[in-house]
T-cell receptor
Framework: DAKTTQPTSMDCAEGRAANLPCNHSTISGNEYVYWYRQIHSQGPQYIIHGLKNNETNEMASLIITEDRKSSTLILPHATLRDTAVYYCIVRVVGTYKYIFGTGTRLKVLA | DTAVSQTPKYLVTQMGNDKSIKCEQNLGHDTMYWYKQDSKKFLKIMFSYNNKELIINETVPNRFSPKSPDKAHLNLHINSLELGDSAVYFC?????????FGSGTQLSVL
């Protein structure tokens, strides 16, 4: 079963930062936080992952709270093409099971 | 070149038929997966193979049989198709951290 809780949907104005929260209050010390997104009916796409430090790549930033019980994915300048379902997943590196929850449907508005 | 490719993209068939979906990855990954996404968009893991060995077998009817002839291929054969099998089936591969998904096969059972 998914170990994460996310809001069902969010809206964001184009050009503004989109902040997507995720609650993972039962996360274990060896579990990483991963984010994927699914645009329309395409296959999900990897965005970013982290353990406890904040991470940034060309797509997004990941902010993990100090107690690791929640995190936020930040898309710094959302575009219409960022409209998608965003999934937050916790997983032990080296294991094979990725369990997807229901995700957050982000709609970027013009 | 497409990293994870599945065929066919669409599959429409009658109840009771047997069908196969093929998946190939050219990423050199050791691990491959099948996921099912139902009409409510919930993405659920079905199977995973690592180096041709079955490592994850979720609660899936035994009408579903995965086959991995080599580590670059993972096919899904479905016997005696039922209406409830209608869904989008995604193949994926991974090496250590990231999942790479195919574009999906939309199966419609009439």
């Amino acid at each position: 079963d998914a170990k994460t809780t996310q809001p069902t949907s969010m809206d964001c104005a184009e050009g503004r930062a989109a902040n997507l929260p995720c609650n993972h209050s039962t996360i274990s010390g060896n579990e990483y936080v991963y984010w994927y997104r699914q645009i329309h009916s395409q296959g999900p796409q990897y965005i970013i992952h982290g353990l406890k430090n904040n991470e940034t790549n060309e797509m997004a930033s990941l902010i993990i709270t100090e107690d690791r019980k929640s995190s936020t994915l930040i898309l710094p300048h959302a575009t219409l093409r960022d409209t998608a379902v965003y999934y937050c997943i916790v997983r032990v590196v080296g294991t094979y099971k990725y369990i997807f929850g229901t995700g957050t449907r982000l709609k970027v508005l013009a | 070149d497409t990293a994870v490719s599945q065929t066919p993209k669409y599959l429409v068939t009658q109840m009771g038929n047997d069908k196969s979906i093929k998946c190939e990855q050219n990423l050199g990954h050791d691990t491959m997966y099948w996921y099912k996404q139902d009409s409510k968009k919930f993405l659920k893991i079905m199977f995973s193979y690592n180096n041709k060995e079955l490592i994850i077998n979720e609660t899936v009817p035994n009408r579903f049989s995965p086959k991995s002839p080599d580590k670059a291929h993972l096919n899904l054969h479905i016997n005696s198709l039922e209406l409830g099998d209608s869904a989008v089936y995604f193949c994926a591969s991974s090496q250590v951290e990231k999942l790479f998904f195919g574009s999906g096969t939309q199966l419609s059972v009439l």
